[in-house]
């Protein structure tokens, strides 16, 4: 099955960017979605089709997906920022489609 | 407005029987595959499974093929997680999610605010 690999931790400074990235083998080829997790809420999606954004998610979200990497950029960083963040695609490679989740980034304010 | 709300924490012993819930509104609930997710304590998504409430197409992720049952009544817009005999490992949140589809890829955009089920002795 398609595994996805997050590293677990990225720490940032308020108004500095931050970069979570999400590995996979030829993830390029894939589409990758984005999910942000705060502490005892549900996720939210705050990027799909690589680079999208949905209505109500800021500017400072952004996306790319080339080679073997999808990149999650966060300019800007506030402390209300800070939370989880998994990657997702959807693996119709094997016999059994479904959703794959990357293990998940825990985004460290400092 | 979308908005999928999910039935209770539940506390429960080994070898119990459970179905929770998650009832979607303001979209057309036959219209849009529904998944579930579970996310064990201090852990990561992991993805269950989907239905499709117009037909009841249902489809596993292998972890969960035959560990748990997806079901859907269309007539009163619920989607269903249900367990024979749950076991202390399967102590979780669940989430279920409306489940988009377009070209070869699929995401989440509506999340259900989670159901804590906790398997205890």
């Known amino acids: 099955s398609y595994v996805l690999t997050q590293p677990p931790s990225v720490s940032v400074a308020p108004g500095k960017t931050a970069r979570i990235t999400c590995g996979g083998n030829?993830?390029?080829?894939?589409?990758v979605h984005w999910y942000q997790q705060k502490p005892g809420q549900a996720p939210v999606l705050v990027i799909y089709y690589d680079s999208d954004r949905p209505s109500g998610i800021p500017e400072r979200f952004s996306g790319s997906n080339s080679g073997n990497t999808a990149t999650l950029t966060i300019s800007r960083v506030e402390a209300g920022d800070e939370a989880d963040y998994y990657c997702?695609?959807?693996?119709?490679?094997?016999?059994?489609?479904?959703?794959?989740f990357g293990g998940g980034t825990k985004l460290t304010v400092l | 407005e979308v908005q999928l709300v999910q039935s209770g924490a539940e506390v429960k012993k080994p070898g119990e029987s459970l179905k929770i819930s998650c009832k979607g509104s303001?979209?057309?609930?036959?219209?849009?595959?529904i998944g579930w997710v579970r996310q064990m304590p201090g852990k990561g998504l992991e993805w269950m499974g989907i239905i499709y409430p117009g037909d009841s197409d249902t489809r596993y992720s292998p972890s969960f093929q035959g560990q748990v049952t997806i079901s859907a009544d269309k007539s009163i817009s619920t989607a269903y997680l249900q367990w024979s005999s749950l076991k202390a490992s399967d102590t979780a949140m669940y989430y279920c999610a409306r489940q988009l589809y377009g070209g070869s890829s699929s995401y989440y955009d509506y999340w259900g605010q989670g159901t804590l089920v906790t398997v205890s002795s």
């Open positions: 030829n993830i390029g080829s894939k589409s």
């Open positions: 303001g979209y057309s609930f036959t219209s849009y595959w």
């Open positions: 997702q695609v959807w693996d119709s490679s094997s016999d059994h489609p479904g959703v794959v």
